[in-house]
């Protein structure tokens, strides 16, 4: 059973920074392209961000130049910069990676909120 733990989330004022850390089993990390999903009540599951096992990101157009997707292969883990946050920003973030099937983790919410 894969499992991918997040961390990172929180409480943070519009204009402010957080980062998001997903740690993922070494023995696949290093192989798969993986993901940063969010979610807002009622809505589905939206890509944020994806990176590919050597490096090539790409960004959904609301978080381009604002968010950071990069990944610690020796570490097994992925990380999401985010700054210049905006309340619409607020979601639940997932980490998934797709290895035979749909792979998430438990989420991690971050609220932007003054």
């Known amino acids: 059973q894969v499992q991918f733990v997040e961390s990172g989330g929180g409480l943070v004022q519009p204009g402010g920074s957080l980062r998001l850390s997903c740690a993922a089993p070494?023995?696949?990390?290093?192989?798969?392209?993986m993901d940063w999903y969010r979610q807002t009540p009622g809505k589905q599951r939206e890509l944020v961000a994806r990176?590919?096992?050597?490096?090539?990101?790409n960004y959904e157009d609301s978080v381009k130049g604002r968010f950071t997707i990069s990944r610690d292969n020796a570490k097994s883990t992925v990380h999401l910069q985010m700054n210049s946050l905006k309340p619409e920003d607020t979601a639940v973030y997932y980490c998934h990676s797709y290895i035979n099937r749909d792979l998430w983790g438990e989420g991690t919410l971050v609220t932007v909120s003054s």
């Open positions: 070494r023995s696949i990390f290093t192989f798969y392209v």
């Open positions: 990176i590919t096992p050597n490096g090539i990101t």
